[in-house]
């Protein structure tokens, strides 16, 4: 029989699927459901430095009748209070009413704002903090020197508040991603999460306004996952999580075998329930019977591309026929 338990960032999992940061996660009972399916992990719905700053505004606006400034501070620091209470009972609560590890989650843009936050979300009891960070370049005022030190300063102040262990999720688009991952795993990250999927953007063209588009990944969106992990497993210090498109067991091996600890999944959760983990887990179970595997330590980083024997294929972008059978 399979062993599929596994260690991310030294936590003992029973198996390397992690349910993601999402809606999934941002209640009590949703925990407890991911668990009850069968997942190794959560990753808590993540806290954000944008909805905080949007229930401060909120609350000043409502406290207007109040003309004097210090009554601003009052209101300002008590809604700060009121948002990250709620989440650190989620966590504690989440604590108590699971046995698996739950990773809290903070979606951060400025080096500033969760430095000392940190510490209590250490003392609420998660077992690790995912950093989510995703700064929008839209200017031309920074450089991508000057935008990737923001990532490595909050990894570096979150890092210096707390032991646990820090993953830090990130987008694809870097130009020398190889050296921002270095770069985050010296300023401390236990872990790189490859790679959020933002939020989609479209346009309706009969009211020519603003839409988003389709909230979901599909299966297709695996490759770029895929290529980086197996790329920078021998190039980082630290361990790497695996997230966008895996929608099945055979998505999951995949990912193991190019060098991921673990795999995040979402989508695929919300298009076909939380029943998908179990069939995951005995996709995996079935395949590594097959192949003669009984740990995970047996394949994982097989077909990295320090170990596979086709590592040119990692570096190919065209579409040269040779190489895509594509005419
Ligand atoms: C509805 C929804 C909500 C999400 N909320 C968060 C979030 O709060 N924090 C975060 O880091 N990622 C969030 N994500 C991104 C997912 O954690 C995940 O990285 C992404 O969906 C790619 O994985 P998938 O292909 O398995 O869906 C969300 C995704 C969805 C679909």
Known sequence: MADLSVTYMGLPLKNPIVVGSSSLTKSLDGVRRCEDAGAGAIVLKSLFEEQIEGEIRQ???EASPYEHPEAFDYVRQTALHLSEDKYLRLIEDAKAAVSIPVIASLNCVS???????????????ADAIEVNIAIMPSDLKHSAKEIEAIYARIIEGIRRRVQLPIAVKIGPYFTALPQTARSLSSAGATALVLFNRFYQ?????EKMH??????????HEIHV??????????????????????????????????????VQVCSVLYQEGL???GGMLSEISDWMDRHGFTV???FRGRMSMELSDQP????????????SGVD
């Open 59 to 61: 609350a000043e606006r």
């Open 111 to 125: 080096p500033e704002w969760w430095t000392t936050y940190a510490s209590k979300i250490a003392k609420a009891g």
């Open 201 to 205: 953007l479209d346009i309706d063209i």
């Open 210 to 219: 603003l839409t988003h588009g389709y909230h979901f990944s599909s299966p």
């Open 225 to 262: 996952p895929l290529r980086w992990i197996a790329i920078l497993s021998a190039l980082v210090g630290c361990e790497l999580a695996a997230s966008t498109g895996i929608h099945d067991g055979a998505g999951v091996i995949k990912q193991l075998l190019a060098g991921a600890r673990v």
């Open 275 to 277: 029943g998908r983990v």
């Open 296 to 298: 995970m330590d047996e």
């Open 312 to 323: 040119e294929f990692y570096e190919r972008l065209q579409y040269i026929r040779i190489f």
